[in-house]
């Protein structure tokens, strides 16, 4: 397979249009049989539920060539079961978790001619999503939908690789208690473009969003899950029924427990403790793990005794070793890796 010229080492986090995108529609309570098509345009009623309603739900993964020429994928099986939740909440049809993972692969297989080569330190991130089609006027969900796949070849979401981070404790909130925080639905994105234009103009990278209720417990960003290290190297996590259930952190703990025999912690994170940790990290699909040196609460300042000037020492190992899961030299437990 001939590699498109592409200059990997270069990409940022933006799209780039590959040959083919998967699509398949929801009509008569059914889904049909879906096809590939080069066709990168989606023509619509002005009327569309998604347009009117905001009524969409996405996912993201990557694929990885591995280090003897494999393409990969990671997890999609749980992206499958993401997407069912989120489409669940927002009244929307299921797409059943095997043929997301089937949609997943065709569309990986399509475009193998984007998928960077190992060591590049780029990757084909595939993102699938829902939305509905037809018009909707009353506030009501739609009748008929559309499920796509479409990739892009990715590099590092945020700019400047593995530089740490500064965070700002937001004044805006994420997700409302009971509300949608949990799920990947695009109004959780479309209400945080505000807050995150407001952190950049002030000179921070990203968003620390607290639970809107107390405004005293760590939720996340507006793209990651956080993951700190104590100083006698235990790591936690947040735990929050209003954050998205990151594949990523899920991953990592494991990782952390099984592979390094740290020890984990799932549990509410208190704002007043994040000074007392040792390291943080922000991971997703998109941000892997990015090292955080610096967080800033209305002028006061948090800073990680490692971490400041490079990723801290436990996180670089946790980095390493989910990165060389994924990318094929370090066994990777049962499940985890889908050959494409
Ligand atoms: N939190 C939010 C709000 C996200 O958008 C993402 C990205 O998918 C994550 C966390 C990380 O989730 P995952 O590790 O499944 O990519
Ligand atoms: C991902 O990590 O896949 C996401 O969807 C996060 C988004 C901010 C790019």
Redesign the pocket.
């Given at each position: 397979m001939d590699k498109k010229n592409i200059d990997w080492e270069n990409l940022g986090?933006d799209y780039v249009a590959t040959s083919k995108r998967y699509v398949a529609n929801f009509r008569d309570g059914k889904w049909d049989e879906g096809i590939l098509t080069e066709d990168s345009n989606i023509t619509l009623n002005e009327c569309a539920g998604v347009f009117q309603y905001a009524q969409t739900v996405?996912e993201?993964?990557k694929a990885y060539t591995t280090e003897n020429g494999h393409i990969v994928a990671f997890r999609p099986d749980l992206n499958g079961q993401r997407m069912t939740d989120s489409a669940k909440r927002l009244e929307m049809p299921v797409f059943p978790v095997e043929r997301f993972v089937e949609a997943v692969v065709e569309t990986i297989r399509a475009n193998a001619a984007y998928v960077p080569p190992f060591g590049s330190g780029a990757t084909l991130?595939v993102r699938p999503y829902m939305f509905g089609t037809n018009p909707v006027i009353g506030v009501k969900p739609a009748d008929e939908y559309q499920f796509r796949v479409f990739t892009t070849p990715v590099g590092p979401?945020f700019k400047g690789g593995a530089k740490p981070l500064t965070l700002c404790v937001s004044d805006f909130d994420r997700a409302a208690p009971h509300g949608t925080g949990h799920i990947?639905a695009g109004l959780n994105?479309a209400m945080s473009l505000h807050a995150i234009m407001t952190a950049h103009a002030n000179g921070f990278d990203e968003n620390m969003y607290l639970d809107s209720a107390t405004r005293t417990k760590v939720e996340e960003t507006?793209?990651?899950n956080f993951i700190f290290i104590t100083k006698d190297n235990t790591v936690v996590t947040p735990q929050s029924d209003t954050i998205l259930p990151s594949i990523t952190r899920r991953s990592l703990l494991y990782v952390a427990e099984h592979y390094l025999g740290l020890k984990v912690e799932e549990r509410t994170v208190y704002f007043d403790e994040v000074k007392d940790f040792a390291e943080c990290g922000l991971c997703?699909?998109?941000?892997v793990i990015s090292p955080v040196g610096k967080i800033v609460d209305h002028g006061k300042e948090i800073c990680f005794p490692s971490g400041v000037e490079k990723m801290g020492p436990t996180i670089q190992k946790l980095y390493d070793t989910l990165t060389g899961i994924q990318m094929g030299h370090i066994e990777a437990p049962e499940g985890w890796i889908k050959v494409i």
């Open positions: 986090f996405f993201g993964l991130y979401y990947k994105y507006g793209g990651a997703g699909t998109a941000a």
